[in-house]
């Protein structure tokens, strides 16, 4: 298929077998000497001041180190995107997730003893839970130090005339869509040890998607308590899943470190499965009011939408998902014009932050249903609307994205082909589509988008390379692996890859935004590159002849065609090392995509090259319980370049049902404020007997800015499948669900709805 | 999760077992499988002083038949039940329901068929952290005097969500209890209180020893709704048994009994005995039937298992409809 | 409060432990011996992390009594391999895909193991329906069931070994 030799193979996951024996450690199975155990205390009301504290019992337990509260928080020591949540807060909390008090003891049930032991008063205020409601004038506020609940965060652009564009169609539908929220359910839980050395320079063990932002966050963490000019160390264990979830540092993290300073011992605070449910966040919640028109012929004319997003107490990642939103806003097929517009509102729920998609599943969700209706309207098939539509290579969509390569007509063509493989329709079963467009080639959400790498040889041959990048399981550890091995002529286990700590790993902004592939991976491929040269030009010294003839490849430095001029690389390198006036081989390159950061009117080539995808479903619905079976399922994406194709279907199978599950059964219930379901056994994952059997059509668009042609793809398998079943159920029985999850509850009496009125 | 302190008995005979039930009968509490009691324990909801376990009461793991009834000891494991050709013969309710309990993995020596009998009444307002229940006011299960399922309710409306339950008292089991010096047979439908707080009538003294399932030639169905395909416990369910008139075309005897709707499994006396006489092929008396149901059920369901009480309103009579027509098909083939 | 001392069979070896009866079969693993390949994920008996083997049956060391494994055989992850060699099945998991973050591999691979004890011959269904108590939330099962299917089919090609690249079909050579 491929010339490649390692770029292309299905190389299992390097650290599996450490994995399927037992021995990784993550966070869980972290042990420092005289380490001390750390509890959170969270508020007991959604909106209230606090009157009273007493931490006296609590103090007089033995075993107990120390209990902190908000008033132990140095002032600038602030959390979330907005730097506005102290990690314990102080004086009044404002929703159920609110951090009171911490403890540090000896054992974890000494601390859990002690936080039962801790007296608060409170005076509970009125609280608020719709954002929609929270708009109104009369609204409680959750913040008494705003004019209103709507934060000062407008999302509002337009492009073109989409007033005039709305009069000339031919065809118009608009629809309501609503999601709520959703959580990663990373099987390893959340949690950190926080260390200080005799100088006071900080050691933290943590799950982290950020390592080097995390630093940072930590740094200031440090610097607000009046440590200045101290270190601040970030070790990543193993994490057992990460979707996100670790794209912001927490107030667990933050109390970790005030609490270990305060005792002089190692502290670590691992989250329960009921705490991971209420005390991290979950993807956004939108309402989503969406008008599209074409006109005689399907051609898209105009997208309107106007989003509300609940934003919960306080501002973290979730406010910002609206960015990512406009992608497929603006870029989900061609249309010229386009107004959205987005408010965040304040509400005593819980925030939100990252979840795989970043916003892009919500706005998708609406797009894509909203799509099938205008199909339906317009009275053309829904495949063929799309293929009527769908984006170009070349194109340069109204936010100024530059499309390069562009596969979805054929994945279109496949899903196509693998939906109609079974023609006849039975009564109760339909099929359903939705395409995606996510970041493929990066994301510049920060003033960076780069990741550094360093690539260091040893005397036998082997590569150590350390990069900024992040591996949580999905496995940038082997593409890295593969991409340098691919480059320098060695084999997988020759690469050892570390990205574990920010003492030797270099900067990077975090995996997020399906960048590591492309970001880390072109910064691995570079400094690759800078070492292959300098062993293309030693090595033709020792060969006698020129860099230029020279191939790398097996382990060794050879002119092809010429038994006579080879060498094994690591006897070249121990020749350079070993040799008077002699030298190292080690490289380092920086890799910042060429995207934009948007501008004030939100334009800007976001990313260097965007990935497309079209998911297609057939269901089965049945009319008397309005459970929904997913028959066939199949997911084709445009790739690039797959590196590494086992892990790339890992990607996108695991996409997929974390998608089913957002589409059909998962919700955090909340009952004002208060989560009612923080466990596996309520809220509905799904099992391995509730998942499909998937197809996954890989179309390979090989991308000349993506190493060896590669895209991101950790994102889109959870993107278009909640459409995807809706219009399924649609073409099934006739009725649209939209709001998500898509229950059995809602089928039924939206069938029972259309009974009566029919 | 750490479990509260207690102490542990392990007695290695029935007599054994309740000389210490009735030497520690209100704080004690009976270790079978550990999938309901452990969690509850967890999660604060009790913490008795004493975890009295069966796990060397072998004498109470058995699945015997003879001619007339299947007796089955209550610490047999689900899956030595879904194993039992004669249990899936003669019971089938009772097997196809211990096959949705959990998952494979919790259906042997984890999972008993006394502990799913005996599994407490669930409620989404009750089944909560300690901390979570500790930011309001006591409900009634919990020692306090509200419900939050049910406005004004002068009792616990938690909800029986016993696949085993449901199934047995379809088939018209009954229950042995044994205490110090006593035994005495109950029938599962006797078996429920009026309260969820305490939603069994049996005393603290008394172990559950054997089921005792009569067998007498009807063909019987189990049917249930849950989001899941595992690990999930019903949202709303039905069990029915049927006797089969000589001529194979006829329902002679019927028993409906619909389950996870409310404090207990709800036998439908008039819509069961409104059966007698109809055809196999009499769907619309089946109709009714799970009407019937709905309007039973639906007068004891309230909202607090996590799915909305309309949707288990209306399903319930989709479920006893199936059960129904499962059970006709078998009688018919038999 | 009542310290015992009791003596676990762990994977065939036998291990003297001071417990309290509040202790559970997964704490004592990982707390008291350092056996930390068990994974605590919802310490409720729903997700399957915990999983271990009681005289060969996969159960939930969670919600197991550390007194109550006395006198069963129990084993745990560390007791699959033989030394650093991987068992048929985790050589599978590992060539398959199987793992992605990994904190649900160490249950995983202890209730398909026991599966397998039972029956050699599974089709999809059954292993789904065993594998049913077990949750992971990177892979969406497919490689799972694949990597459990193959090490009961090893003759049958797959496109991991097709690949040729470490082909669990010889594994079992």
């Known amino acids: ?78 959390m979330g995107f907005y730097k506005d949540n102290p990690p314990l807060k102080k004086d009044k909390v404002f929703s159920f997730r609110d951090e009171v008090a911490a403890v540090a003891a000896k054992t974890p049930e000494i601390a859990k003893k002690a936080l039962e032991l801790i007296e608060i008063d409170y005076e509970v205020l009125p609280g608020i839970f719709d954002p929609e409601k929270a708009m109104e004038k009369d609204s409680p506020l959750v913040h008494e130090n705003t004019k209103s609940n709507v934060l000062k965060l407008p999302w509002k652009l337009h492009y073109g005339d989409v007033d005039k564009a709305e009069k000339e169609a031919a065809f118009v539908v608009e629809g309501r869509f609503t999601t709520t929220w959703v959580t990663h359910c990373c099987m390893g839980t959340s949690g950190a040890v926080a260390s200080f050395d005799a100088a006071d320079n900080l050691t933290i063990y943590t799950n982290t998607q950020i390592p080097s932002l995390a630093q940072k966050d930590f740094l200031e963490a440090l610097k607000a308590m009046g440590l200045k000019n101290k270190r601040a160390r970030v070790i990543k264990p193993i994490i057992g899943g990460g979707f ?11 109390i970790a470190i005030l609490l270990a300073h305060k005792c002089r011992k190692p502290v670590k605070i691992v989250f329960d499965r009921p705490e991971e449910f209420i005390a991290t966040s979950t993807r956004q919640p939108t309402v989503t009011h969406i008008k599209q028109g074409c006109d005689k012929n399907g051609k898209l004319l105009f997208r309107d939408i106007r989003m509300v997003l609940d934003n919960g107490a306080h501002t973290s990642w979730g406010a910002t998902t609206p960015s990512v939103m406009m992608m497929p806003i603006t870029s989900l097929y061609r249309v010229d014009n386009v107004r959205y517009d987005a408010k965040c509102v304040y509400t005593n729920n819980t925030y939100s932050q990252a979840m795989r998609g970043y916003g892009n599943p919500q706005a ?15 009275g053309i098939d829904p495949i063929e609307f799309r293929r009527i539509n769908r984006n170009h290579p070349g194109d340069v969509t109204p936010q ?20 109609r493989k079974s023609g006849t329709k039975e009564k109760g079963v339909g099929i359903g589509v939705a ?89 691995a491929l570079g400094a690759a590159k800078k070492i292959k040269a300098q062993l293309l030009e030693l090595g033709s010294k020792e060969l006698k002849t020129t860099p230029d003839s020279l191939m790398l490849k097996d382990r060794l430095i050879f002119v092809p065609g010429d038994p006579e001029k080879s060498m094994a690389i690591d006897k070249l390198l121990r020749k350079i090392h070993f040799s008077p006036g002699g030298t190292m081989l080690v490289s380092d390159h920086f890799f910042d995509p060429i995207n934009e950061n948007m501008g004030p009117d939100y334009k800007g080539n976001m990313s260097m090259t965007y990935t497309f995808g079209v998911h297609g479903v057939k269901v089965r619905v049945d009319e008397e319980t309005g459970k929904v079976e997913v028959l066939e399922y199949v997911a084709a994406h445009d790739v690039g370049q797959a590196i590494n194709p086992l892990l790339l279907e890992g990607q996108v199978y695991g996409g997929v049902v974390m998608g089913l599950g957002y589409a059909l059964s998962e919700e955090v219930m909340h009952v004002n404020g208060k989560n009612m379901n923080p466990n596996f056994r309520d809220y509905k994952l799904f099992t391995a007997k509730d998942a499909v059997k998937i197809i996954a059509p890989v179309i390979q668009t090989p991308d000349k800015d993506g190493p060896f042609g590669a895209k991101g793809i950790g994102e889109p398998g959870c993107v278009p499948t909640a459409p995807a079943i809706a219009n399924a159920i649609y073409d099934a029985v006739g009725v649209r669900i939209t709001t998500l999850p898509i229950t059995p509850e809602k089928v039924l009496a939206a069938l029972m709805e259309k009974k009566k009125n029919h | 999760m750490r479990l509260p302190q207690f102490d542990y008995k392990g007695p290695d005979t029935l007599e054994k077992a309740l000389d210490l039930l009735s030497t520690h009968a209100q704080d004690a509490k009976i270790l079978a499988g550990g999938t309901d009691l452990l969690v509850r324990m967890k999660k604060g909801l009790i913490a008795p002083k004493t975890i009295i376990s069966l796990k060397a009461l072998n004498e109470l793991s058995y699945i015997k038949k003879d001619k007339n009834t299947i007796r089955i000891g209550a610490r047999t494991c689900l899956a030595d039940i879904i194993a039992s050709d004669s249990v899936r013969k003669e019971a089938t309710a009772l097997s196809t329901a211990c096959e949705r309990v959990g998952a494979v993995t919790i259906q042997h020596f984890r999972g008993t068929i006394g502990g799913n009998i005996l599994q407490d009444n669930r409620c989404f307002h009750y089944n909560q952290s300690a901390f979570h229940r500790s930011g309001r006011q006591a409900c009634h ?61 049996m005393e603290p003294t008394e172990l559950l020893k054997e089921i005792i399932i009569p067998v007498e030639g009807g063909k019987s169905s189990y049917q249930r709704l849950a989001y899941r395909s595992a690990i999930d416990y019903p949202i709303v369910c039905a069990g029915v048994l049927l006797k089969a008139s000589a001529k194979k075309d006829t329902i002679e005897d019927a028993r409906i009994v619909v389950g996870a709707m409310g404090r207990a499994p709800l036998f439908l006396a008039k819509e069961s005995s409104e059966l007698k006489g109809k055809s196999f092929t009499d769907t619309k008396a089946f109709q009714k039937a799970g009407n019937g149901a709905m309007n039973s059920a639906s007068t004891f369901a309230v909202h607090n298992v996590g799915s909305t009480l309309e949707y288990r309103c209306a399903t319930v009579s989709e479920m006893v409809f199936r059960a129904l027509q499962e059970a006709v098909a078998e009688a018919s083939k038999a | 409060m009542e310290k015992l001392n009791i003596i676990l069979n762990i994977n065939n070896k036998p291990v003297d432990v001071r417990i309290t009866p509040n202790d559970t079969l997964l704490e004592v693993l990982r707390d008291h011996l350092d056996l930390t390949g068990s994974k605590e994920s919802c310490g409720e008996g729903v997700c399957g992390s915990c999983t271990v083997q009681l005289d060969g049956k996969p159960v939930r060391s969670c919600l197991t009594l550390a007194l109550e494994a006395e006198g069963l055989k129990v084993r745990t992850v560390e007791g699959l391999a033989d030394g650093d060699k991987l068992s048929p099945l985790q050589e599978s998991f590992v060539n398959h895909g199987a793992v992605q973050c990994g904190f649900c591999t160490p249950g995983m691979l202890m209730t398909a193991d026991a599966l397998l004890q039972q029956n050699t011959n599974p089709d999809e269904d059954t292993i789904k329906k065993a594998l049913s108590g077990n949750i992971c939330r990177c892979t969406g099962y497919s490689k799972i069931v694949e990597a459990v299917a193959h090490t009961a089919h090893p003759d049958d090609q797959c496109p991991d070994c097709a690949s040729g690249i470490k082909s669990c079909c010889k594994t079992k050579e």
């Open chain 1, 1 to 78: 298929m491929s010339e490649y030799n390692v770029v292309g193979k299905r190389i299992p996951k390097i650290d599996a077998a450490q994995k399927a024996m037992g021995r990784a450690e993550y966070i869980q199975d972290v042990k420092l000497p005289g380490m001390l155990y750390g509890k959170i205390l969270y508020s007991k009301h959604a909106h209230a001041r606090i009157t009273r504290m007493d931490l006296s019992k609590a103090l007089a337990l033995s075993g107990v180190y120390t209990i902190l509260t908000g008033e132990d928080v140095p002032e600038k020591m602030r």
């Open chain 1, 400 to 419: 100024n994205f530059k499309i390069t390569t562009c596969g979805l007509d054929l994945c279109l063509d496949a899903v196509e082909k693998e939906l």
């Open chain 1, 244 to 254: 996100g979830s670790k794209l912001d540092t927490y107030a667990y993290e933050h």
């Open chain 1, 364 to 378: 998708t969700f609406a797009i894509e249903s909203n799509i099938d209706m205008l199909a339906e309207k317009a």
């Open chain 2, 141 to 201: 299960k919990d020692g306090g005097k509200i419900c939050y399922a049910r406005d004004e309710s002068d009792r616990c409306n938690s909800t029986c969500q016993s696949d085993g339950a449901t199934a047995l008292m379809a088939l018209g089991a009954k229950l042995v209890l044994v205490s110090k010096g006593n035994e005495r047979t109950v029938a599962l439908t006797d078996f429920y209180t009026t309260d969820g707080i305490m939603p069994f009538a």
């Open chain 1, 435 to 523: 395409s995606l467009i996510h970041v493929g080639g990066g994301a510049r959400i920060y003033k960076s988008d780069g990741c550094g790498v360093i690539i260091k040889m040893d005397d036998y041959g082997k590569a150590s390379v350390f990069t900024g990048g992040t591996d949580m399981g999905q496995g940038l550890d082997n593409i890295t692996a593969q991409i340098v091995a691919e480059e320098l002529g060695l084999l997988v286990e020759d690469v050892h890859v570390v990205h574990t700590d920010t003492d030797v790993c270099p900067w990077d902004v975090g995996a997020h935004a399906s960048r590591s592939t492309f970001v880390a991976g072109n910064a």
